[in-house]
């Protein structure tokens, strides 16, 4: 297993891994022409921010224990899993 991963198939595409490999890495960094992701994952999932192009805006704590989705001009925030 390697510590440091990144690969890029084009210019448009990109996915970094720290410390592990897909969703399971220390530190993960996604980013396409629709989709942008960085996690922070120590041991359990940690801090997850997510942007769309499409759908919008999240970020999370605790693997979505608290968080916020901004879509458009709506904002919801998320307690314990559920949207409010």
Known sequence: MRSVSCDSPDQ???DFHL???????????MISP??????????????RYRHETERGTSWDLFGGL??????????RMKLFWLSL
């Open 12 to 14: 448009t595409h990109s």
């Open 34 to 47: 629709g989709e942008s992701v960085f996690e922070f994952n120590p041991i359990i999932p940690l801090y």
């Open 19 to 29: 410390l592990g490999a897909s969703k399971m890495a220390l530190v993960r960094r």
């Open 66 to 75: 608290v968080g916020m989705d901004r879509a458009k001009e709506q904002t």
